[in-house]
């Protein structure tokens, strides 16, 4: 399984990013997809997560700023982020809980996509 995160860049605070983030197997299923962050000096965050049923999860540090949402069938996942600020500053991972058959289902983790946020 492979991950290809895009959408990352230089934002002024109060702006919007949108990130991207496609996986791709020969038969492909994901039970779930995730997105993480990771600043200079700290540990990783969840920023969120979608389940292949459409639950939902946030971090508390982005819950009522982020929105995440799939596709159809379930292979890609976006996550809208709206009024940035300098703390957003990070690296951000894709994450997959997929399986590609024969083998069973595991995390695979894409390169990540760097956002910046400047005040």
């Known amino acids: 399984v492979q991950l290809q995160a895009s959408g990352g860049g230089l934002v002024q605070a109060g702006g919007s990013l949108r990130l991207s983030c496609s996986a791709s197997?020969?038969?492909?299923?994901?039970?779930?997809m995730a997105w993480h962050r990771q600043a200079p000096g700290a540990s990783r965050e969840l920023v969120a997560y979608?389940?292949?049923?459409?639950?939902?999860k946030y971090g508390d540090s982005v819950k009522g700023r982020f929105i995440i949402s799939r596709d159809n069938p379930f292979t890609a996942v976006y996550l809208q982020m709206s009024s940035l600020e300098a703390d957003d500053t990070a690296v951000y991972l894709c994450?997959?809980?997929?399986?590609?058959?024969?083998?069973?289902?595991?995390?695979?983790w894409g390169r990540g996509t760097q956002v910046t946020v400047s005040s």
């Open positions: 994450e997959a809980e997929a399986r590609v058959p024969p083998g069973v289902f595991q995390p695979f």
């Open positions: 197997g020969s038969a492909l299923s994901i039970n779930m």
């Open positions: 979608i389940t292949n049923s459409g639950d939902r």
